[in-house]
């Protein structure tokens, strides 16, 4: 922070009060009443890239697809979540506004300010004129219908004293001090509007005390307050969004935001951008331009990000955005994971999308299959889609023997093509995931399975796979312990069966594509363990990131690419 710095600071009016009336005595009695009641960096290696189904993503028409809301050209990305202090900057000069007025509160150059929230208490005084007290609720409510369908100020509160229990219902409000006679033209003009409004009603001074959530915007020693959400817009530069503890860059405004879904105290901080420079930072985060440098690929995973980008508009937006920078939604790194190849990537395919029947899909897309790609309901609780069909990476040879579909697990008893390294599909030379082994002891096993169970299950006697998709990922499963069975479906079963990495901790298998044999003591001839055979990480449908590069390196274009791995689509260009 510099020492000395140049603001302007400005206070702007209060919410809407929830008030509480002074008491006072009234002139109608009335009988007694009721009161109211991850992320890996893709540098390294491609992340799970799960995009996970949501039906709230929008609406499913008739083809499968999903509409998108009407497109202003930006996209509002939480970056924060959720933090009681949420730090916002530039990284040049900047402006710091009262969002509802456009009031400005700051500016500042190359700093960062801190947004927390506070409450205050405002009392506010005026005349309002009652017109009725009322044992009824019922009442009451058509009392307020009136005056809000005439354009009169209304409001109501609940009255009780050792004789009189009613609801005081105001329809008009005037400032003070009192005045005899504009007081009366005022009622005048309300019964007017309001025959019903009695002759002999009449104006009170009614206080209002309420509890106002103020933006406090420190500075150094220096704090401004916003009874709105706040908005750093930079003049030159980037903005820049995170908590105490670490920011990011980001292309577009900052915002910080008290949505409902919160618990108290806590903000979010929302980066709102243009979607185009949005895939800037979601492109290298998925699909890693230095560890997979293949241009096609890169432009197959911005069409597949757009899409799904398009088709979110709005899912979130009771929380005050419409995605979060995770595998819930897309990983998105903002301006500092930019890289020249991805945003050409983002660049040559700009506004385009993957449609079926005219309609938005979704795209969804992990970062290995392990060699077959599933159908949508082999993996997820819903509908098949047309659109999502499980598809082999096979192109040469005796692929298929490799590709563990579900044929090869009827022929193989123990599938080879999960014990030997892939061969002859688009990802193997590509994904360290194409194939994968795990093991459990007997300790370990009942630690995973009690953990999913919740309860203690002691040892877990057998592990039966029930049910498979025809891409061969498992679609039941059942766990047989001392404290009874066990079952789980679908994905789901990568969180149930855990394995226990390097570091000790259970973490969700890499996807459903496996077989698990139990291992048995050598010398006692008694169960010991068990180990897992598996190919892929991710959900497995749509497409593979890592093959998708292996597409690309062989010359597939990343029409051909996406055309691949999504049955029946079209490619069309949306804005």
Same mark, same amino acid.
């Given at each position: ?187 005048? !003009? ?75 105290? !806590? ?187 919740? !309860? ?88 593979? !990131? ?30």
């Amino acid at each position: 922070m510099r020492s000395s710095r140049s603001c302007f600071m400005r206070t702007v009016g209060w919410l809407a009060p929830f008030a509480i009336l002074t008491a006072c005595a009234d002139r109608v009695p009335t009988g007694p009443s009721a009161a109211p009641a991850f992320n890996e960096s893709a540098v390294v290696e491609a992340d799970t890239g799960d995009i996970y189904v949501d039906e709230s993503r929008g609406e499913e028409s008739e083809a499968g697809g999903i509409s998108t809301l009407a497109f202003n050209g930006l996209i509002r990305i939480g970056v924060v979540p959720a933090a009681s202090t949420v730090r916002i900057g530039g990284t040049g000069e900047f402006q710091v506004r009262n969002k509802s007025t456009g009031a400005l509160l700051l500016t500042g150059n190359n700093e960062q300010v801190d947004v927390t929230l506070a409450s205050t208490t405002v009392t506010t005084s005026s005349r309002r004129l009652q017109v009725v007290c009322t044992p009824s609720v019922a009442d009451r409510d058509a009392w307020v219908a009136r005056g809000d369908a005439a354009g009169f100020p209304t409001y109501y509160v609940f009255f009780t004293s050792p004789t009189i229990n009613c609801w005081r219902v105001f329809i008009g409000e005037r400032p003070l001090p009192a005045n005899t006679a504009a007081e009366a033209a005022y009622r005048n !003009q309300v019964r007017a509007a309001i025959p019903s409004v009695p002759a002999d009603a009449f104006w009170r001074t009614v206080t209002i005390t309420t509890g106002v959530t103020q933006y406090v915007v420190t500075w150094g020693s220096t704090s401004v307050t916003s009874p709105a959400p706040v908005v750093l817009t930079p003049v030159t530069g980037l903005a820049t969004i995170g908590t105490p503890a670490s920011t990011r860059r980001y292309r577009g405004v900052a915002e910080v935001i008290k949505n409902s879904s919160l618990p108290p105290n !806590q903000l979010a901080g929302v980066n709102e951008l243009p979607i185009e420079q949005y895939l800037y930072g979601v492109v290298p985060r998925e699909l890693g331009p230095i560890a997979f440098p293949e241009l096609e690929a890169l432009k197959a995973q911005a069409v597949a990000a757009r899409t799904y980008a398009l088709s979110g508009l709005g899912k979130r937006s009771s929380d005050g955005y419409d995605l979060l920078p995770t595998t819930a939604d897309q990983v998105y790194g903002g301006y500092q994971d930019e890289h020249p190849l991805s945003n050409q990537a983002v660049d040559e395919t700009a506004g385009v999308v993957a449609t079926y029947n005219g309609s938005l899909i979704s795209t969804l897309y992990s970062s290995a299959n392990g060699g077959f790609s599933a159908n949508n309901e082999e993996v997820f609780n819903a509908p098949p889609a047309a659109y999502l069909r499980g598809r082999p990476d096979a192109e040469r040879g005796q692929a298929f023997e490799h590709v563990p579909s579900l044929e090869v697990f009827r022929r193989h008893a123990n599938p080879v093509s999960l014990r030997n390294t892939g061969e002859g599909d688009f990802e193997s030379d590509w994904s360290r995931f194409h194939r994968w082994t795990f093991e459990w002891t007997m300790a370990e096993i009942s630690q995973v399975i009690s953990a999913y169970a919740q !309860q203690p299950v002691g040892k877990v006697l057998a592990i039966n796979v029930t049910e498979r998709g025809p891409s061969g990922r498992v679609m039941r499963i059942e766990y047989v312990t001392e404290a009874g069975t066990f079952t789980d479906t679908r994905d789901r079963i990568r969180s149930s069966l855990k394995y226990i990495n390097a570091s000790g901790t259970p973490t969700s298998l890499l996807s459903t594509l496996f077989f698990i044999e139990p291992l048995t003591d050598p010398s006692s001839k008694e169960l010991a363990g068990y180990r897992v055979y598996g190919g892929g990480f991710g959900h497995g449908v749509g497409m593979s !990131q890592t093959g998708a590069v292996g597409m690309a390196e062989k010359g597939h274009s990343y029409e051909q690419i996406l055309k691949h791995y999504y049955t029946g689509i079209e490619l069309n260009r949306w804005y």
